[in-house]
């Protein structure tokens, strides 16, 4: 070996620096993160609760729906519970990077629980209101604020470098696995026994995920308070961002594609009770049919090994987003809008994990919970505002127009990431090497296990 330090030319963009034993073939791959007892506890916890938490959303809109049948108030009410992730995301990830993560994801979940015993009580007493759906939503969406970036922030610490990009890839099949069973469930015991159930049972789901997490051994990690002001710390996440060419485009798109492209979920009780003429089944079977393509794309991701060629998997799925929103738009056939929704699922999640994938193989550990919530907040956060917008549009051209406008400019900013990503690989390798994320690749028995 030669004396000389290691260049970016010299490492290829694959996460996992241990081979799989060729007899346990890809699909053992897909849950190699599992071997981690921290991630099996988060896991296993978390597929419960999340059952539940689709099950609460899908209850909620329906019940919005019912006693309003009003698309505006549907678009109200995805503004109110996740604009607070747009306003205190920058507060949030501070925060992930500064005190334990575990201690903050436990306080975020035990406040979930406490709203949704709360929206039970209300429903299943009869006494539920508009304003008091908006008003949870709206808490919700402040605990959420906090819970993202330190949960997104966590994954590295269950895991370790080696697996993390499985990690992630599990992690959204998980979520994505809970969008296929909650929406169906939802869909059940709404028409059977009412939304309050549904209420209930996300706040016994949670109980899950809090035994999981006070089961972890989890590494002490010093603390990050060096003296400098919480503004410079915000302010240092930023910088960073704006200067970081590839995260800081990955991010636009991302921003792009919920503003305009992710509204289309909160219009949906409109496709399946006047477009499809169907009550809440049809509209638990159309949810389940996004989660059922998400769920797909999850998995394959979860497949991979390497990072090489994911920039290009972005921008083919939210180009491909954009196709399949413009189908359903112009489907008037139940079985074409499933079909369509399962396309948009698949593309969806493709996307937002492979972006996902990238931003945290490029970010430094010291400034993770401050640029995942940047990410959360373009995820997540814009897609209220474009809900609310959507929810108006709708009100006047109709939810099939606004859903085509949200699938065209998807595919537009799918285009343009594609022609420019070419001229951003090579700084992202570069990000990706310096954080430790890569592996030599050349000779193959130098091949080593990260310091």
């Not at 065209?408 to 700084?427: D, E, H, I, N, T």
Request: glycine share 10%; net charge positive; hydrophobic share 55%.
């Amino acid at each position: 070996m030669a004396d000389s330090a290691p260049t970016t030319a010299d490492f290829q963009p694959t996460i996992s620096p241990e081979p799989i034993p060729g007899g346990q073939g890809r699909a053992a791959a897909v849950f190699r993160s599992l071997k981690h007892r921290n991630f099996r506890l988060f896991f296993s916890g978390q597929i419960i609760s999340l059952v539940g938490t689709w099950m609460q959303n899908i209850a909620q809109a329906w019940l919005i729906y019912r006693l309003t049948g009003s698309s505006v108030l549907l678009g109200v009410l995805g503004f109110v519970s996740q604009i607070p992730i747009f306003l205190l995301s920058p507060l949030a990830g501070l925060v992930a990077d500064r005190w334990p993560r575990r201690r903050v994801i436990i306080a975020t979940q035990a406040a979930s629980m406490l709203l949704a015993f709360m929206l039970a009580a209300l429903t299943l007493t009869g006494r539920i209101r508009l304003w008091d759906i908006i008003v949870l939503a709206t808490l919700l969406g402040v605990v959420n604020a906090f819970d993202v970036p330190a949960r997104q922030s966590f994954l590295i610490d269950m895991v370790g470098r080696e697996d993390l990009l499985n990690a992630i890839a599990l992690n959204s099949s998980m979520f994505n696995g809970a969008r296929v069973a909650g929406p169906a469930i939802a869909g059940l015991l709404v028409a059977w026994i009412g939304e309050g159930w549904c209420f209930f049972a996300n706040g016994v789901s949670y109980l899950a995920v809090i035994a999981g997490l006070f089961m972890m051994r989890i590494k002490k990690t010093r603390a990050a308070h060096d003296g400098v002001s919480p503004i410079e710390k915000l302010r240092e996440g930023f910088r960073f961002v704006r200067h970081t060419t590839p995260i800081r485009a990955l991010l636009l798109l991302v921003g792009l594609v919920s503003f305009m492209a992710l509204p289309f979920s909160v219009l949906m009780p409109i496709f399946a009770g006047r477009i499809l003429g169907g009550g809440a089944s049809a509209y638990g079977n159309l949810m389940g049919a996004v989660g059922v393509g998400a769920l797909c794309g999850a998995l394959a991701l979860a497949m991979r090994q390497q990072l090489r060629g994911l920039g290009n998997v972005v921008a083919y799925s939210a180009m491909g987003l954009g196709v399949s929103l413009i189908l359903f738009s112009a489907s008037r056939l139940y079985w074409v809008s499933l079909a369509a929704l399962v396309l948009a699922g698949l593309t969806m999640m493709m996307q937002f994990t492979s972006t996902n994938t990238l931003i945290q193989a490029m970010v430094p550990d010291r400034l993770r919970g401050r640029v995942m919530a940047l990410y959360a907040m373009m995820f997540l956060g814009m897609a209220p505002i474009g809900s609310l917008l959507a929810g108006a549009i709708a009100d006047h051209v109709g939810a099939p127009i606004t859903v085509a406008l949200g699938g065209l400019a998807s595919f537009a900013g799918g285009l343009v990431f594609a022609r420019k990503w070419p001229a951003m690989r090579a700084p992202a390798r570069e990000l990706v090497a310096a954080q430790g994320m890569v592996a030599p690749t050349a000779p193959p028995d130098t091949s080593a296990r990260p310091s």
